[in-house]
């Protein structure tokens, strides 16, 4: 069996026509997607927005500390971050 391009059109069109007979829908009357976004989630954006500045800020210093050579990790803390995740992988010896 040889499928070619119009052979896949046509087949789309015959799904299509048939989901629009089944749900009674005809393009016209297809609702739009729309997104609605809550004050809580406006409130969130704008004071992220705010702070955005301090971020640029610290950024900028840490590029600057990593460029330099002067930027330190505190090898304690991030032992202390990593730990939970090996513990399930410590074998019982």
Known sequence: MKINDTQRIG???AYQNTNEARTG???SKRR???V???TEA???L???GQ???ARAERIESLKREVSTGTYHVETNKLAETLL???RPFKSND
């Open 11 to 13: 087949a789309y069109r």
């Open 84 to 86: 939970p995740f090996f």
């Open 36 to 38: 609605q976004i809550s």
């Open 46 to 48: 704008d004071a992220q």
């Open 32 to 34: 739009k997607d729309e």
């Open 51 to 53: 702070d955005d500045t």
């Open 25 to 27: 829908q005809t393009e």
């Open 42 to 44: 406006k409130e969130l």
